[in-house]
């Protein structure tokens, strides 16, 4: 796609210009950009221009490439991932639910395509949903211990996610979570594929940025699991070769791992 780059507005009425930076995130967050942020983020510069709150030269598409090592999981030996982090939302957690998920400015960051595979459970079983499945207290940490390792622990903003990281080593726990349906999306499966549908309600019903402005991000093709589920055996996977759709899969189905995390 075509991206121009947004670096500031005029004012109809003086014909002043504002640079966008004065504006926060909800103004950056209508903007798809494309660049590359790494050399921003190792130098600190990105960092200070999300504390601040001005998001200063971030916008959804932008995205930063690190080396994860993760940990060896039931389907992967451990191994050292080059990974394209997409900027896919700014402040997208900002004071939403109660009790707040968290009151501090920062970016969502997601893997471009999922690094590796695994299941959600080793057998067909959905019970205690995306909590207590082997995906979110296992896969998740080790998943976790990489990005601290790459960005830092105090680059990464805990967040309980709807409790989803008891039980999980605190130093790894709630820095990562699969995506929910919604938040690739923006909206459920239809209806007649249904049969029972839990559908996970992290984060409302709110669609990434990134995944709203451009639909590519959403992974046509990827086959990698989203939290919701869909009865006592079937959890919520993205798949098709040619646009977004999601399916319904036996947890102990082997599919791409695409967590999402909050970097400040």
């Known amino acids: 796609m075509s991206v121009m780059r947004m ?3 005029k004012s ?6 504002w640079s966008i930076s004065d504006y926060g995130a909800e103004a950056h967050r209508c903007h798809y950009r ?3 942020l790494t050399k921003a983020f190792d130098n600190g510069t990105f960092s200070a221009n ?7 030269d971030i916008f959804p598409g932008d995205y930063i ?3 994860v090592t993760v940990p060896a999981t039931a389907l992967a030996e451990t191994d050292t991932y080059e990974i394209k982090f997409i900027i896919a939302d700014l402040d997208f957690a900002l004071n939403r639910e109660y009790p707040k998920v968290t009151e501090q400015h920062h970016v969502v960051i997601v893997p471009e395509t999922p690094p590796f595979m695994s299941y959600m459970n080793s057998t067909d079983t959905t019970e205690d949903g995306y909590k207590e499945s082997y995906m979110n207290r296992v896969v998740m940490p080790a998943f976790a211990r990489g990005l601290i390792d790459s960005f830092g622990a105090s680059h990464l903003l805990k967040c309980n996610f ?3 990281g008891s039980g999980i080593a605190d130093s790894q726990s709630c820095l990562c979570r699969l995506m929910t349906l919604s938040m690739v999306s923006g909206h459920e499966l239809p209806a007649y594929e249904l049969s029972f549908h839990d559908k996970d309600k992290y984060m409302d019903e709110s669609q990434l940025a990134a995944f709203k402005i451009n639909h590519a991000l959403q992974g046509a093709g990827q086959w990698y699991w989203l939290s919701d589920v869909f009865d006592s055996a079937q959890f919520a996977y993205a798949g098709d070769y040619n646009e977004f759709h999601a399916f319904i899969g036996n947890a102990s ?4 791992v695409r967590p999402f995390a909050l970097l400040i």
């Open 7 to 9: 670096d500031s507005i």
């Open 162 to 164: 709807e409790d989803s």
């Open 12 to 17: 109809s009425s003086t014909g002043e210009r």
């Open 50 to 56: 999300v504390a601040d709150g001005s998001f200063r």
């Open 34 to 36: 494309g660049a590359d």
């Open 253 to 256: 189905d082997k599919h791409g």
């Open 65 to 67: 490439i690190k080396d």
